[in-house]
Each structure stands twice: as C-alpha cells, then as structure tokens.
C-alpha cells in the first residue's frame, strides 16, 4: 500500500510540474512588450478600434483577454492584457466568434495574421497583402491547444 500511494504521489506531482510548465514557459519566454503610452503614441494612426473583453462565451480562467485594439493597414496594436499562453496567434475573420466551435467552422475564411509573444500589451506587424477592410474582427487564439482567448469586432 505504502508503495502505491509513494507511486500515486510522484505521479501527481509530476503531472502538476508539467502543468506548470506549460503555464510558466510563455511567461518566461515572452518578448518585451511596448509600453501604454508607445502604443497610444501610435495608436493615433490607426484605422479601426476595438475592444477585447474577458467575458465572451468560451473564455475562462486560464484564456482570456481584455484591453483596446488599434488597428491599420501595416500593424495592429494592442493596450491590456492577455492570459499567458503558449503559441497565441492574431486571426482576422470576417465575423466575430466568440467560442471554440465558431471560430473551427469559420477557420477557412479566416486569415492568420501574426504571432503574439506578449502578454501585456502588443504590436504586431501585418502581411502586406492583408487589408483590414476585408474582415470585421481579430480574434486571439492558442495554436497548440486549439483553444479561444478573446476576439473584438472593430467595424
């Protein structure tokens, strides 16, 4: 029995290290951001504005986002926060999605824009050939779990 619950208790914290882990390495990891007053600076350029909010339908206590998107035809800003993680990436879509299931139907009619390696604040730079006017929303998503973060309409 004694043997079995040594077992059981390696076994726990070695799942719990690796959970850890996960969560830990994107922060240690992660690029310095811009500061808030840099972005707004920038920000006075911009096309379109929207807001993330970390209250849509499928975010929760390990994936969300909140804070003010800034955005034109050459970089999308962002002031706020978002929950560390790893591999985010910036969509643009044509509609805003607010869960895991729409943002899978509409994933074809989306355009993947950038990375994010920053949690608290962000600038990104877009691809040339993306325009903006073209798409409605952007939308934080986590690659490597296939997991919604936050999205904002902009128009």
């Known amino acids: 029995m004694r043997k079995l ?14 959970a850890l882990g996960i969560y830990a390495l994107p922060i240690l990891t992660e690029t310095t ?13 911009a096309r379109y504005r929207g ?4 209250d849509l339908e499928d ?4 994936h969300w986002g909140e804070g003010t998107v800034y955005i034109d035809d050459s970089k999308v800003l962002m ?10 990436r910036l969509y643009f879509s044509p509609q805003f999605v607010e869960t895991e299931a729409d943002f899978m139907r509409l994933k074809g009619s989306m355009r993947e824009a950038a990375p994010i390696t920053s949690f608290n604040n962000f600038e990104v730079a877009l691809p040339a050939d993306l325009n903006p006017d073209d798409y409605s ?4 998503w986590c690659e490597r779990f296939s997991q919604f ?4 309409s902009y128009r």
């Open 5 to 18: 619950i040594l077992l059981l208790s390696h076994l726990a914290m070695l799942a719990f290290g690796f």
């Open 33 to 45: 951001a811009p500061s808030t007053s840099e972005l707004q600076a920038k920000a006075t350029d």
């Open 51 to 54: 807001e993330f909010v970390r």
């Open 59 to 62: 975010s929760d206590l390990l």
């Open 79 to 88: 002031t706020g926060k978002l929950a560390p993680g790893p591999d985010y």
């Open 137 to 140: 929303s952007v939308i934080v």
């Open 149 to 152: 973060i936050t999205a904002a």
